[in-house]
């Protein structure tokens, strides 16, 4: 029987144009990054698709030019997320998941859910949108992470929903939104986004450290007692978990490289 879950770390994207040269060669030309990425990382979180949709083509190639073992986590539609009735968002669920995401087959990994940090926490209304997230799509199994920022989420019929619609719950470590790290799904997703460019690999050693600590934990069907919970009541079950780890937002520039520290770091 497995012990623990599978640890991966990455970044936000592949395309930005101060990892030329620091992070890519200097003559790696630009359609041969997400080659060259995906095998200095082993997953990427997709943030374009939070802002329009892709081709089938699109994802097809995506899929292609990464390596078996490599997966993508795909950040949702701001037109599902960023209204005022969540329920209401049934038609551009549809249309997200009609845009050809199931082109990335095995590689199709976590869907992040982002909300507006106005967005308060309304339980019916927002079980009704719970409701509209599919368990499945062509075969594959999905899982989906909610990153909510809005400190109305802290409360223990958030983390109940979550858990009974088997989503996680993103811990965000964030300088200004509220940080949730219960465990309420059988994976964990996790944006850090306190670093800073002047580090090299944006977290200090010692922070990479712990945060490779608190993975390892995770991944071992543990919740770190350091981390601030909505409900600190709820006692999730002890089992192994996926776990994923984005560096992203802040200390952007050092990202790929913080990703890379963070992987050697679990070994």
């Known amino acids: 029987m497995t012990t623990s879950g599978t640890i991966r770390a990455g970044m936000g994207g592949w395309t930005f144009e101060p990892w030329e040269g620091t992070f890519y060669p200097d003559k790696l030309s630009k359609k041969r990054q997400l080659e060259f990425a995906s095998r200095a990382v082993p997953t990427i979180e997709v943030n374009g698709t939070y802002y329009s949709g892709f081709t089938p083509a699109t994802y097809a190639k995506w899929n292609a030019e990464t390596p078996d073992d490599f997966v993508f986590s795909i950040k949702g539609n701001r037109f599902v997320t960023n209204r005022k009735v969540l329920a209401e968002a049934g038609e551009s669920m549809k249309k997200f998941f009609a845009q050809g995401l199931e082109e990335l087959g095995p590689k199709l990994g976590p869907l992040v ?9 309304e339980p019916e209304d927002f079980e009704g949108f719970l409701k509209l997230l599919p368990e499945t799509h062509q075969g594959t199994r999905l899982r989906h992470a909610l990153e909510v920022r809005h400190a109305s989420f802290a409360v223990a019929e958030f983390v109940a929903l979550a858990k009974k619609y088997n989503a996680a719950i993103c811990y965000a470590h964030h300088h200004d939104y509220p940080e949730f790290a219960d465990l309420t799904a059988d994976f964990v997703y996790a ?5 800073e460019d002047d580090v090299p690999t944006a977290y200090k050693p010692k922070q990479m450290k712990e945060w490779a600590a608190r993975a390892r934990l995770w991944a071992a069907g543990g919740q770190p007692e350091d981390l601030p919970l909505a409900d600190p009541s709820h006692k999730p079950k002890n089992r192994p978990r996926d776990v994923f780890v984005y560096f992203i937002h802040e200390g952007k520039i050092r990202a790929p490289h913080a990703a890379i520290a963070f992987m050697q770091a679990v070994g």
């Open 113 to 121: 859910w982002q909300f507006a940090p106005t967005k308060k926490f």
């Open 191 to 195: 944006r850090l986004q306190k670093g």
